[in-house]
Structure formats: structure tokens, C-alpha cells
């Protein structure tokens, strides 16, 4: 495709939707793919907003079919990536952003390694629960073996974070927001797209927010991994660190 393709990967009750309205809501220029999932809708969800929500037998003919550009099998239910996302986006001169998890992210660079991938990590697992339960509660179920289950899988997608080449610690939402709208609209920048109405000044700034959120240079990203249990492991000598996008 020829606009930039952004892929956003988090653990479950990070805060990755929320971020991503924010976001939408805030840049032009924009598309977002809309999943297939055989997961059942949650809370307000709508079919065609959120998700496309299929039965496995037709997510099972849409894979057969060649639709989606990367599948994965996530607590148990299916979710695709329609390839169409990519030549809609494609077609209208605009850039696509994937919200999918470790294994899609997997799949998608393999094939697109120019997608800018960004991992969202939430600053603790208390918090974590603590998300997770508000929006359960909000949602008019709170089933503790879910969540369990969901901060179980945390700690181990959080060990994919070496794969993304931003990571963006969602502490504080406005503050998170103000980074991810920054690493777009930097990225933009890289390519030489002018920012709307953004004077040099601006771009400075946006460019030294992105940059703050490159991998490698997050302040206090070591904190959060150990609070995870994953703080050795980042220690651990002659390990290879993998070079997110060749620079
Ligand atoms: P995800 O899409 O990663 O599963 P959500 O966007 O649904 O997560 O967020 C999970 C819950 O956490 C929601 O109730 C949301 O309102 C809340 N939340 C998200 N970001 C923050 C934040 N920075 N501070 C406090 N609450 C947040
Ligand atoms: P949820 O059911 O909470 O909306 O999403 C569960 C997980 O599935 C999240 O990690 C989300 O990013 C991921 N996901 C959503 N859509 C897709 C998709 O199209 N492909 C893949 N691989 N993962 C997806």
C-alpha cells in the first residue's frame, strides 16, 4: 500500500482502544481496519463498528477464501485482518492502522516490513486488574477466571515488546494520547507529508515525543518489565535485540 500501515499491539485492558478513539478522533487521513472475530459482542459493541462479528464457519470460508491478510486464534476465538482494509486504504490515498495482537503483528511484518508498530504496555499489573475489572463491571459482568486469564496472557505478550518499534507506557491517558498522535504524525513527517497548520517549532517538539517512545529510549520502561516479573530477562547477557525497522 502506498500510504504508512501502523500496527498497535497490547495486552488485554492496557488501554489500546481507548488510546485509539483518542487518536481517530485527532488525525486525518486515517482508516481503521475492522477486524472479523468470532468472538460474541461485548458491552455496547455494534457489528461493522467495532468488529465484524462471524460465526467459525464463516471465518473458516474467509480464510479458505484467501481474506484476510493475517489470522490469529486469541482467548479461544478467531480474528482476521480483511485484506480489503488494505486495498480500501489504499484506493483513497489514506493510512491504515491494525489493532491486532502479538502473533497478527508477527504475520504482518513478515510480509510488510515497513509497518510501524507500536506496543502499549499498561504501568503495572495492579493496574492492569484494576482496568480489567472497571470494564467488566461497566460491561454488567465480572467473571474472575477471565481476567485471570487475561493477566496470565499479559506477561507473556509483554515479552514480544523487543518486536515493536515504539512502546508507549499508558499511565497517564492524555499524556499517552499525546504520544501516540506524535509518533503518527512523525512518521508522516519522515515520509515528508506536511502536518496540517504545523509550524517547525511543532514538528520539533512531535519529533522529540516520538522519539521518546523509540524503543530503547523509554524512560522507565525496565520499572514496568519488572513489575511484570520481566526485569531479569532484560539482563540477560549477549542477547540479541532485534532491529524493528533496519535504521
Ligand atoms: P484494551 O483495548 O487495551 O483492551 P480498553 O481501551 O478497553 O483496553 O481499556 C480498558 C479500561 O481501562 C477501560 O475501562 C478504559 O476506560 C480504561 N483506561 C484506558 N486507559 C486508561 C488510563 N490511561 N487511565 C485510566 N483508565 C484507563
Ligand atoms: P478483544 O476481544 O479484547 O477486542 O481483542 C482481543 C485481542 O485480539 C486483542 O489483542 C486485539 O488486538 C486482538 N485482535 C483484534 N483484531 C485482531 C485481528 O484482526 N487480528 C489479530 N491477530 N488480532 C486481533
Redesign the pocket.
Known amino acids: 500500500m502506498a500510504g504508512i500501515l501502523f500496527l498497535i499491539?497490547?495486552p488485554?485492558g492496557s488501554g489500546?482502544s481507548t488510546l485509539v478513539n483518542q487518536l481517530r478522533s485527532l488525525v486525518d487521513g486515517l482508516d481503521f481496519s475492522i477486524?472479523?472475530?468470532t468472538?460474541a459482542p461485548r458491552g455496547s459493541e455494534q457489528d461493522g463498528r467495532e468488529y465484524h462479528f462471524v460465526s467459525r464457519d464463516q471465518f473458516l470460508a474467509m480464510v479458505e477464501g484467501g481474506g484476510f491478510l493475517?489470522?490469529?486464534e486469541?482467548?479461544g476465538n478467531f480474528?482476521?485482518?480483511p485484506r480489503e482494509s488494505l486495498t480500501l486504504a489504499a484506493q483513497h490515498g489514506r493510512d491504515l492502522l491494525?489493532?491486532?495482537?502479538v502473533?497478527?503483528a508477527d504475520q504482518v511484518r513478515q510480509s510488510m516490513p515497513d509497518a510501524v508498530s507500536i506496543f502499549v504496555l499498561p504501568p503495572n499489573p495492579e493496574v492492569l486488574e484494576m482496568r480489567l475489572r472497571n470494564r467488566s463491571r461497566a460491561e454488567g459482568s465480572v467473571a474472575d477466571d477471565v481476567i485471570e486469564r487475561r493477566l496470565a496472557k499479559a506477561r507473556s505478550e509483554i515479552q514480544n515488546y523487543r518486536q515493536y518499534r515504539y512502546i508507549l507506557v499508558n499511565n497517564i491517558l492524555d499524556k499517552a494520547v499525546a504520544e501516540l498522535t506524535a509518533i503518527v504524525k512523525c512518521e508522516r513527517l519522515k515520509r515528508g507529508v506536511p502536518e496540517n497548520g504545523s509550524a517547525a517549532g511543532d514538528s520539533m517538539h512531535l519529533a522529540d515525543l516520538a522519539q521518546r517512545c523509540r524503543q530503547g529510549n523509554v524512560n522507565g520502561l525496565e520499572g514496568v518489565l519488572r513489575s511484570f516479573g520481566l526485569g531479569a530477562q532484560m539482563r540477560l547477557p549477549n542477547q540479541q535485540l532485534f532491529q524493528p525497522d533496519g535504521e
Not at 98 to 101: E, G, N, P, T, V
Open positions: 499491539s497490547a488485554s489500546k477486524s472479523y472475530t468472538r493475517e489470522h490469529a486469541v482467548f480474528y482476521g485482518t491494525l489493532d491486532i495482537d502473533q497478527g
